[in-house]
């Protein structure tokens, strides 16, 4: 019965570089939203997907941030060209429907970008 | 847009007393989602408890109730026999049902700390 899973929990990247994390729903969820955390703050929305569809990127950047979620594997969320400020913790979620739903979603543990 | 305000950004408390983190929201809509987070040292992000708005009744769970005011627009969280284990932050979040998007419009949150 595994929650939501997220990889890598910690990622140094160079100023630069390109960084992937992974998102796996929980069994049977297929939607998936992405939040990003800066330190000392709440988490703010960034995509939401579901299989194959981006329904929701209204938080994400226009620039370099991409998130994709495939018919078959993870989601990804990848950051191009990263810089200092991507630092920050990654969080996923996944429900088990839409809108008309139970209204939860469950976090996995978070991915932690740390832009050198 | 929602917006979400914790205006205590700490709080401490003895073990085995009670303590009551505030949250107001700012929204247009009349059907909506509030939720409490907590975030401890691992950083996962645990749901505490929720509320639907339509329900007048204030959700319990275990040890832990809110007081739902809709026309006020707020939303504490009352901790009662506070144990070592609550010491975390806590996030108050939105959801609306508007838009076909379920995000989360998080607080700053508020860091709690129980002593012993």
């Known amino acids: 019965n595994a929650g939501v899973m997220q990889n890598p929990r910690h990622l140094v990247r160079r100023r630069g570089q390109e960084a992937r994390l992974r998102c796996s729903p929980m069994?049977?969820?297929?939607?998936v939203y992405w939040y990003r955390q800066l330190p000392e703050e709440g988490l703010k929305f960034m995509v939401y997907l579901q299989k194959e569809n981006i329904i929701d990127e209204s938080g994400m950047p226009k620039e370099r941030f991409s998130a994709e979620f495939p018919k078959e594997g993870p989601s990804i969320l990848r950051i191009q060209q990263v810089v200092r400020g991507d630092s920050a913790a990654y969080f996923c979620a996944s429900s088990l429907s839409g809108p008309v739903n139970t209204g939860e979603l469950f976090f996995g543990e978070g991915s932690r970008l740390t832009v050198l | 847009a929602q917006t979400v305000t914790q205006s205590q950004p700490e709080m401490s408390v003895q073990e085995a007393e009670t303590v009551t983190l505030s949250c107001t929201y700012d929204?247009?809509?009349?059907?909506?989602?509030l939720f409490w987070y907590k975030q401890p040292p691992s950083r996962q992000m645990i749901l505490v408890i929720r509320?639907?708005?339509?329900?007048?009744q204030n959700a319990t769970e275990n040890r832990f109730s809110v007081n739902f005011q809709k026309a006020a627009k707020s939303f504490s969280l009352k901790i009662s026999d506070s144990q070592l284990g609550d010491t975390a932050m806590y996030f108050c979040a939105f959801m609306g049902t508007q838009g076909g998007s379920e995000k989360l419009v998080f607080g700053k949150g508020t860091k709690l700390t129980v002593n012993p």
């Open positions: 509320q639907e708005a339509y329900k007048q």
């Open positions: 069994k049977g969820h297929s939607h």
């Open positions: 929204t247009s809509e009349n059907n909506y989602y």
